[in-house]
């Protein structure tokens, strides 16, 4: 299973991939990508990090989730608390979390995408 991180900042990078590490997944890593070239990554799951009012992630989710041809998952993660989740949410994300990351549970919710 292919699992891009995108966007994610240091603290929240060496977490995640703690978290996932493995597990068996084909994970990288990215910065500043935009729609098509995270298409060509063919990724399975995308995390990426940002605040509900960060519109460069919102225009993301909303795009990647209106385009019926491919089957993303996205997992977000947000700094704020329960309102900047279930904002994401609202956007279209399909799972939200909260820092600082917990591993046992990021890992979980992973796994509950597939």
């Known amino acids: 299973m292919r699992?891009?991180?995108l966007?994610?900042?240091?603290?929240?990078?060496?977490?995640?991939?703690?978290?996932?590490?493995?597990?068996?997944?084909?994970?990288?890593?990215?910065?500043?990508?935009?729609?098509?070239?995270?298409?060509a990554l063919t990724p399975e799951v995308l995390v990426t990090e940002a605040t509900a009012a960060d519109l460069t992630?919102?225009?993301?989710?909303?795009?990647?989730?209106?385009?019926?041809?491919?089957?993303?998952?996205?997992?977000?993660?947000?700094?704020?608390?329960?309102a900047d989740r279930a904002h994401l949410l609202d956007l279209g994300a399909d799972d939200a979390v909260s820092l600082p990351l917990d591993g046992q549970e990021f890992a979980a919710r992973i796994r509950a995408q597939f």
């Open 3 to 5: 699992i891009l991180l």
């Open 7 to 39: 966007n994610l900042s240091a603290e929240s990078l060496l977490e995640a991939n703690n978290a996932l590490s493995g597990q068996g997944y084909e994970v990288s890593t990215e910065i500043g990508l935009n729609i098509d070239q995270v298409l």
């Open 57 to 82: 992630c919102a225009g993301l989710i909303s795009t990647l989730k209106s385009r019926t041809d491919i089957r993303l998952k996205i997992v977000t993660i947000v700094p704020g608390g329960a």
